[in-house]
């Protein structure tokens, strides 16, 4: 546990920060950020929970447009696109999240649209357009949100309709014919009564990277989001939400950069004899190209899918502060995605990943306040049944011959999820509050999984459809205390618990191999202050956590040592400890002024290893970089009757990390910094706005995964985009 020593440390180490930072003429007030962390609304500084807060003006403003963009901007938050493209995303939270896309294994982080919540990584990368708020819940939410929090949480908000006739229309261009369009219209239909707002984006960009070997695009960016949703208010104490959304993907698949040629491995080594023995060019260091943006790829199968859903909420208001709300939804993806792992045209290290999933929830919760507001309850019920199929077609072959690893792995997987939670929030006294919940969950999986050998020629099955059935029980729990020192400073401490589901070895070789592991589990204990200075010109929230991280799911690449095989793993692995800081501060030290500055540190590591895991205590936990920091400055130059003119820049720095647990030279990632910029001129009306910006402004190389298979084939990693500068307008009515 943290000791108590912290729990006076903290706030002493802020106002130590604060008053050591003159004032400079008239400072701005800070405005009130209202969030939903503990599902009503609160002021940001009243949550005893690590919480960062975006609203739409700091999107547009930091240039977030989609998820992934969220990792630049929060400490110890890691946010990347998987290596299979498409919509798949991955988050990392204090060092817990997932680092494989595969629908047997699910998320260490949730994500949820406006409170639904979006089971698999594919199809989890939001954009980002038409959002009125970002919530980023750091630690275990295993109370009030349940499954696969065990990191945290992503709560994205869309707007709802109102009852003015507004809209917008936005276009940004810039380099490698960046063309994106994107609108908003809400139209009042019934004055106070009924409402719709549809909006759309449209995202277009040449790819960052080609193929040597045919000057093929990779890396291309061509998808579009619409959403539309229906307000109704029949009754005083009625409110009904109805909400669609479609997101298209059709564009060129990421690229990929061999960084080690392993042509003699007990994979490669037999198809290049062949290759050599019948005067085909073989796999190996001729297809290097020592450039991170080219390749000799000639397999492009594209980045291509579907992900739609719908939600009906409906909230009843009863007397005092009694409300019901339930929350509907149907949400279904199709998800086609592809990589050429070897980066050549030998066709060794083609990879196709066809994912397909749908989920239907339904969740009632319920608030109240009693005893003149001192208590107030959220409470719960939870359903969730997904069905789908993970199919992944794997080439390990040179073109033309009929030996060799060619594998088509096909898992249909089904799950149903029921919980109930309850969450008391008691205030002591004026200054002292206490939390107490916790939530029992229940779920059912079962997978059948076929893998089928495609070589030699007509093919076997390697592992005849077998399936499993398996279901955990959880209980987790929650218990806050928060004291408040003054009207604008408050510290708090909390334990808080969170699971991820167990799951399915997705990978077998063998039918032996095709096994079954439980959840993960996590301790977080947490303390933090956040208080407001300077007559609400400066804001600083500081919070410290010590998190016990047991029964650790990990991939894990090895070796057969009998027969050499390849053998992929998913194991209950270890135990280990996470402990940190994280420090969040924004400032406003005289009118137009803002500065916000963002850091987390991190440390990291393994307590226990299981009997036969292949790791060892000297490998890291994936994504959990020692340091984080981004900073941000932005002031608005007053042009008297020719309107404003804002300018802002942010950049964001991660330390040296590792993507998988491997912890290998080649699996290294981080150790750099981004920068990027915009100018934004408003006139006096403020109907329309024209910006120039830029992104990665100094042209950084960096990459956003790696992975070392190099005992099978290769290494490789995923090259982060270039600098992009362009130009934005935007026109509002």
Do not use: C
């Not at 193929?211 to 229906?230: C, I, P, V």
């Not at 398996?470 to 334990?495: C, F, P, Q």
């Not at 996590?522 to 956590?545: C, H, M, N, P, Q």
């Not at 991939?555 to 009998?562: G, L, Y």
């Amino acid at each position: 546990m943290i000791p108590q020593r912290s729990l006076r440390i903290l706030p002493l180490a802020v106002a130590g920060v604060a008053l050591s930072i003159p004032q400079t003429g008239r400072a701005d007030e800070l405005e009130t950020v209202v969030v939903t962390a503990q599902k009503r609304s609160e002021s940001l500084q009243s949550v005893p929970v690590a919480v960062t807060d975006f609203k739409d003006a700091d999107l547009q403003n930091k240039q977030i447009v989609s998820v992934v963009d969220l990792g630049d901007e929060v400490p110890n938050l890691e946010a990347t696109k998987t290596d299979q493209g498409g919509s798949n995303v991955n988050f990392y939270i204090r060092g817990i999240g997932q680092n494989d896309f595969i629908s047997t294994d699910d998320p260490g982080v949730g994500v949820y649209l406006d409170g639904v919540y979006i089971a698999r990584t594919a199809g989890g990368l939001l954009d980002l357009g038409d959002i009125s708020d970002v919530e980023i819940l750091r630690g275990p939410q295993g109370t009030l949100f349940g499954k696969n929090t065990i990191g945290g949480a992503v709560l994205v908000t869309t707007h709802e309709p109102t009852f003015d006739l507004t809209g917008d229309v936005e276009g940004r261009f810039g380099e490698r014919s960046r063309m994106d369009f994107s609108g908003v219209l809400n139209v009042p239909l019934v004055d106070n009564v009924a409402a719709l707002r549809i909006s759309f984006t449209d995202r277009n960009q040449d790819g960052y990277a080609h193929s040597l070997y045919d000057n093929q695009d990779e890396g291309s960016e061509h998808h579009g989001t619409l959403r539309a949703s229906f307000l109704w208010l029949p009754a005083d104490s009625w409110k009904v939400l109805a909400s669609a959304d479609w997101t298209h993907t059709d564009q060129e698949e990421i690229p990929a950069y061999v960084t080690d040629f392993a042509p003699n491995t007990f994979v490669t080594g037999p198809q290049n004899a062949w290759a050599i023995a019948n005067g085909v060019a073989p796999w190996d260091q001729r297809w290097a190209t020592g450039n991170p943006f080219q390749n000799y790829s000639g397999f492009h199968p594209g980045n291509k899918g579907d992900v739609w859903g719908t939600s009906l909420t409906v909230t009843k208001s009863f007397s005092g502060e009694a409300q019901l709300k339930s929350i509907f939804a149907y949400r279904q993806l199709d998800d086609r995605t592809g990589l050429d792992y070897g980066g050549s045209p030998t066709g060794l290290g083609n990879q196709n990943v066809d994912v397909s999933q749908n989920q239907v929830s339904e969740e009632l919760i319920f608030t109240d306040s009693f005893l003149d507001g001192r208590l107030n309850l959220v409470s719960g019920l939870f359903f969730m049944h997904e069905d789908g199929r993970d199919d992944i077609l794997l080439d390990l072959v040179i073109t033309g011959n009929t030996s060799g690893i060619e594998t088509d792995t096909l898992n249909l997987f089904e799950g149903t999820t029921y919980a109930g939670y309850g969450q008391l929030s008691y205030k002591l006294t004026d200054a002292l509050d206490f939390d107490l919940g916790a939530r029992y969950s229940y779920e059912d999986k079962d997978d059948t999984i076929s893998v089928f050998s495609l070589q030699p020629p007509p093919g076997f099955d390697v592992i005849t459809p077998m399936s499993q059935t398996h279901g955990w029980y959880s209980l987790t729990y929650r218990a806050a205390a928060n004291y408040k020192i003054t009207e604008d400073a408050m510290v708090y401490a909390s334990i808080a618990t969170g699971f991820k589901s167990g799951g399915f070895n997705g990978r077998p070789n063998a039918g032996g191999d095709f096994n079954a592991y439980g959840p993960e589990k996590a301790t977080t204990y947490e303390v933090g202050t956040k208080a407001d200075f300077f007559d609400k010109s400066l804001r600083v929230d500081l919070a410290g956590f010590y998190t016990e991280y047991d029964d650790i799911q990990e991939v894990v690449n090895a070796t057969d040592p009998f027969t050499g095989a390849p053998l992929n793993l998913v194991e209950n692995a270890a135990k280990a400890t996470m402990k940190g800081i994280e420090l969040e501060a924004t400032w406003a030290p005289v009118p137009r002024m803002k500065l916000n500055l963002g850091t987390g540190y991190l440390y990291s590591a393994f307590d226990e290893i299981a009997p036969g895991a292949a790791i060892t205590l000297s490998n890291k936990l994936p994504s959990t970089p020692r340091w984080t920091l981004n900073a941000g400055a932005q002031y608005t130059v007053p042009l008297g009757t020719f309107g404003d003119l804002l300018a802002r820049a942010d950049v964001s720095w991660v330390d040296r990390f590792y993507w998988q647990v491997q912890s290998t030279p080649l699996d290294q990632g981080g150790n750099y910094a981004l920068v990027n910029a915009i100018l934004t001129y408003t006139p006096p009306k403020g109907n329309y706005q024209v910006s120039f910006y830029g992104k990665n402004l100094f042209d950084r190389t960096y990459f956003t995964y790696a992975d070392d298979l190099s005992p099978f084939a290769m290494a490789l990693a995923i090259p982060g985009e270039p600098r992009e500068l362009g130009v934005l307008l935007r026109y509002e009515w």
